[in-house]
């Protein structure tokens, strides 16, 4: 699955793209009221990133497991420090609403911690790069 994620950010304009194996789809997110960058900052959206990719990936271990589930409720929570440092005391929390035993409903939500794959992303430390540089003068 390749994914890419896009911003193009300009004076009371915020316009985000994102792409899944070249599905495109947008997410309405409002520019700072002082008109220049995003009204969310990335930590909330790294800790949304998180909830939604266990939310997402209990249905689809439910789904392979027979197991109904009716709703999820994610929260995650962590600090930031100083610019530049990377959070930390980061958790989460998860209720699940499904059909079936409490141990067949606890082995899934203990089973989808170890396969959310945002989850995995940040346990391992995956490196980033920023890989190309543009400068535009006007």
């Known amino acids: 699955m390749k994914i890419s994620a896009h911003i193009d950010n300009s004076a009371g304009e915020h316009h985000v793209a994102l792409t899944t194996n070249d599905e495109i789809h947008s997410v309405l997110i409002h520019p700072k009221p002082s008109g220049f960058g995003s009204s969310v900052n990335g930590g909330e959206l790294l800790f949304l990133a998180l909830a939604t990719c266990y939310c997402n990936d209990i249905y689809r271990e439910a789904t392979k497991l027979n197991i109904q589930v009716e709703r999820v409720e994610v929260e995650v929570n962590g600090e930031f420090g100083a610019a530049g440092e990377p959070a930390q005391n980061v958790t989460y929390r998860a209720q699940v609403h499904a059909k079936g035993t409490e141990e067949e409903i606890h082995a899934l939500m203990e089973y989808t911690d170890t396969v959310a794959e945002i989850q995995n992303t940040l346990r ?10 543009e400068v535009v003068n006007t």
């Open 124 to 133: 391992t430390g995956t490196p980033v790069k920023l890989a190309h540089i």
